[in-house]
C-alpha cells in the first residue's frame, strides 16, 4: 500500500497549486480518499474527501469554496485543485483514506503561502 503526494511548492497569497496523490489502486477505489494537512505546531486536520464513487464530497468549512477534490481511479490518482490560497493554508498536505489509516500516511508535500 503506498500513498505518493506531489505538486506543493512556494505561491503568493491568491494564486492556486493542484496536488496530486498517487495511490497503488486496487482496494483503493472502492475506499472514500480525503486530504489532510498540517501546520507547523498544530494538529493534523481534514481537508476534503470525495466518496468511493465520485459523487459525494465534502470540505473542511476554511477551504470551501476554494478547494476542489477529484479522483480519477483508471489512473489511481486523487488531487486537490486549491484556489485563492491564504497564507493560513501553509502546511505540509496528506492524501489517506477516510477515515485516515495510520498506515496508510505518506510522506506528504508542503505548500507555503506567502503573504
Known amino acids: 500500500v503506498q500513498l505518493v503526494e506531489s505538486g506543493g511548492g512556494l505561491v503568493q497569497a491568491g494564486e492556486s497549486l493542484r496536488l496530486s496523490c498517487a495511490h497503488s489502486?486496487?482496494?483503493?477505489?472502492?475506499?472514500?480518499l480525503g486530504w489532510f494537512r498540517q501546520a507547523p505546531g498544530k494538529e493534523r486536520e481534514f481537508v476534503a474527501s470525495?466518496?468511493?464513487?465520485?459523487?459525494?464530497?465534502y470540505y473542511a468549512d476554511s477551504v470551501k469554496g476554494r478547494f476542489t477534490i477529484s479522483r480519477v481511479d483508471a489512473e489511481n490518482m486523487v488531487y486537490l485543485q486549491m484556489n485563492s490560497l491564504k497564507p493560513e493554508d501553509t502546511a505540509v498536505y496528506y492524501c489517506?483514506?477516510?477515515?485516515?489509516?495510520?498506515?496508510?500516511w505518506g510522506q506528504g508535500t508542503q505548500v507555503t503561502v506567502s503573504s
Open positions: 489517506n483514506s477516510d477515515p485516515p489509516a495510520t498506515s496508510y
Open positions: 489502486g486496487g482496494t483503493f477505489t472502492s475506499y472514500d
Open positions: 470525495i466518496g468511493w464513487s465520485g459523487s459525494r464530497r
